[in-house]
């Protein structure tokens, strides 16, 4: 099990940017894959991105079509920290951004993870 802590939200306009960054404890966070999800009131969690655990073969990033080329996840395991970097913000972006940690082969669906941060919330003004 791992703990994970998000960080980084909150008010923007339309077109900045904003770096979320998800803490985790534990000495296993490399073997983990982490992904990013994001929820509005009343709507189902949505996927946004995942990369997958260190020594997979390239960066194994995979992103939602609705921000791919805007945002960008990385990880740093010396850090135990992985990051969300999300540019050309749109008003539609805004939610809840959750951090989850999943086993080798997580992709897109929450069910796929097994630990998740309690969330942080990003608000995008027109």
């Known amino acids: 099990q791992v703990q994970l802590v998000e960080s980084g939200g909150g008010l923007v306009q339309a077109g900045g940017s904003l770096r979320l960054a998800c803490a985790a404890s534990?000495?296993?966070?490399?073997?983990?894959?982490m992904g990013w999800f994001r929820q509005v009131p009343g709507k189902e969690r949505e996927f946004v991105g995942r990369i997958n655990y260190s020594g997979w073969r390239g960066d194994g990033t995979l992103y939602a079509d609705s921000v791919k080329d805007r945002f960008t996840i990385s990880r740093d395991n010396a850090k135990n920290t992985v990051y969300l970097q999300m540019n050309s913000l749109k008003p539609e972006d805004t939610a809840v951004y959750f951090c989850?940690?999943?086993?080798?082969?997580?992709?897109?669906?929450?069910?796929?993870?097994?630990?998740w941060g309690q969330g942080t919330q990003v608000t995008v003004s027109s």
């Open positions: 534990g000495r296993t966070f490399r073997t983990y894959a």
């Open positions: 989850a940690a999943g086993p080798y082969g997580a992709r897109g669906a929450p069910s796929d993870y097994t630990d």
